[in-house]
């Protein structure tokens, strides 16, 4: 088992960059493949990106070359630095996590464990 708590969003203008923090408690995290997810008001719940416990890395198209998804197991942590950040990147969003998972990462049904969320603001 395994509690997720996200952290590092805020306002930021269009260009900016903020960087979130996945903080994961409880044994075993490096074995957790750790997606993110994010969802604007009135819309579903989008992958943004994964990164597998055997460290492959996966993004939607629309972030790509803008975010990068990282992990530092020894401190139970999974990152995403979020650069040159558009309105369009305004929700809230989820850390998730599943043990051992190499398939389905970019589906929420993919992941058991959730975060509550952080919100993520890009101003024009």
């Known amino acids: 088992q395994v509690q997720l708590v996200e952290s590092g969003g805020g306002l930021v203008q269009t260009g900016g960059s903020l960087r979130l923090s996945c903080a994961g408690s409880?044994?075993?995290?490096?074995?957790?493949?750790i997606g993110w997810f994010r969802q604007a008001p009135g819309k579903e719940r989008d992958f943004v990106a994964a990164?597998?416990?055997?460290?492959?890395?996966y993004y939607t198209d629309s972030v790509k070359g803008r975010f990068t998804i990282s992990r530092d197991n020894a401190k139970n942590t999974v990152f995403l630095q979020m650069n040159s950040l558009i309105p369009e990147d305004t929700a809230v969003y989820y850390c998730?996590?599943?043990?051992?998972?190499?398939?389905?990462?970019?589906?929420?049904?993919?992941?058991?464990?959730w975060g509550q969320g952080t919100q993520v603001t890009v101003s024009s």
């Open positions: 409880g044994r075993s995290f490096s074995s957790y493949s």
């Open positions: 998730a996590a599943d043990y051992g998972v190499l398939a389905g990462l970019s589906q929420p049904s993919g992941y058991y464990y």
């Open positions: 990164i597998a416990w055997t460290h492959t890395t």
